[in-house]
């Protein structure tokens, strides 16, 4: 069994940055499976926001590029986000999730049923 544990969320003022990180722990590695970030806010639906891949290619949302990249740690286990100008709407529940399914960033990005989920961590922006 895969566990997926999140860090790094907290509150920001408008303009500011977080980075959030996600260890998984159980022998998983990303470096050829599907890893991302997902959030949801209070009244809406998860949404993908970045994921990384096979061969470490990479992918973000478009409501959040050029704000946000996901990359690794130097461990494969490891799995960091870096957020950057981030505003109200980058309010939420933010979730690691991993999958044993192959394939680039675009293709775990688009992936909305990945098999496991950390506990989330909350980010708020004010």
């Known amino acids: 069994e895969v566990q997926l544990v999140e860090s790094g969320g907290g509150s920001v003022q408008a303009g500011g940055s977080l980075n959030l990180s996600c260890v998984a722990t159980?022998?998983?590695?990303?470096?050829?499976?599907?890893m991302g970030w997902f959030r949801q806010a209070p009244g809406k639906e998860r949404e993908g926001v970045a994921a990384?891949?096979?061969?470490?290619?990479?992918a973000v949302a478009d409501s959040v590029k050029g704000r946000f990249t996901i990359s690794k740690g130097d461990a494969q286990n490891i799995l960091h986000h870096d957020m950057n100008g981030l505003n109200a709407d980058d309010t939420a529940m933010y979730y690691c999730a991993a999958d044993w399914r192959l394939g680039g960033g675009d293709y775990c990005l688009s992936l909305r049923d990945f098999q496991y989920w950390g506990q989330g961590t909350q980010v708020t922006v004010s």
């Open positions: 159980s022998g998983y590695s990303y470096s050829t499976y599907c």
């Open positions: 990384i891949g096979r061969f470490a290619t990479s």
